[in-house]
């Protein structure tokens, strides 16, 4: 079943700005990813955030969890052109199977 | 490394035909699993493996069959096509079968595989 679900679905945004996309889910979880997909290619890993985590970063990217709200968000800081892709959230109930959501489109105009 | 690979890239197939999706990774991990993604649906979990001769059903397991021999490859074999299984068929390996309480790993993802059923 579709586990993860992103908002808001669509987004532009001028290169330089901030982008945040959220995701709510609604079994418990063992933790949770964040992918990134450009046209027509595979999905790529961005981060992960245990269940244990309330907030990681990586890069231009800060992840937060909150388990008792079941969301997450995603930030993309400074974002530049080549961030232009789908991100989708998935969960992990622990036994290494992902759900997904239905994805993010990010438009970052240069 | 390759990664994991996906054969073929594309491919048009009649209503009724069968055929196998190729999926192959170099990392030695234990973990393959199939997804097939459709316009606004995301990701959905077709079949996995968590190692050579074990395998179990995901979301959406119907018409499909996997095998897993190897450790390296993991094939999706479509049984007799149907206009429902147009879509694009995404394989992904992981290295750890379980990640426990509060672990988990990435998953890396194959280039996919666009399937027309006519």
């Known amino acids: 079943s579709q586990q993860g679900e992103e908002d808001p679905q669509a987004l532009s945004i001028q290169e330089g700005e901030n982008a945040t996309m959220n995701c709510s889910y609604k079994?418990?979880?063992?933790?949770l990813q964040w992918y990134r997909q450009n046209s027509g290619r595979g999905l790529v890993h961005l981060i992960l955030?245990?269940?244990?985590?309330r907030e990681k970063h990586s890069g231009r990217l800060r992840v937060t969890l909150d388990t008792s709200k079941k969301s997450s968000s995603l930030l993309i800081t400074a974002s530049r052109a080549a961030d232009t892709a789908s991100y989708f959230c998935?969960?992990?109930?622990?036994?290494?199977?992902?759900?997904f959501g239905k994805g993010n489109q990010v438009v970052v105009i240069p | 490394n390759a990664g994991v690979t996906q054969t073929p890239k594309f491919q048009v197939l009649k209503t009724g035909q069968s055929m196998t999706l190729q999926c192959a990774q170099d990392?030695?991990?234990?973990?393959m699993s199939w997804y097939r993604q459709d316009p606004g649906m995301g990701l959905r979990l077709i079949h996995y493996?968590?190692?050579?001769?074990?395998?179990d059903q995901g979301e959406v397991p119907n018409g499909y069959n996997v095998s897993r021999s190897t450790t390296e490859d993991f094939p999706l074999r479509l049984l007799s096509a149907a206009p429902s299984q147009t879509s694009v068929y995404f394989c992904?390996?992981?290295?750890?079968?379980?990640?426990?309480?509060?672990?988990?790993?990435?998953?890396?993802f194959g280039p996919g595989t666009r399937l027309t059923v006519t």
């Open positions: 493996s968590v190692g050579a001769g074990i395998t």
């Open positions: 955030i245990r269940s244990n985590e």
């Open positions: 992904a390996s992981s290295s750890a079968t379980s990640g426990g309480p509060g672990n988990g790993y990435e998953q890396y």
């Open positions: 998935a969960t992990d109930g622990g036994n290494n199977r992902l759900a």
């Open positions: 079994t418990s979880i063992n933790n």
């Open positions: 990392m030695n991990h234990e973990y």
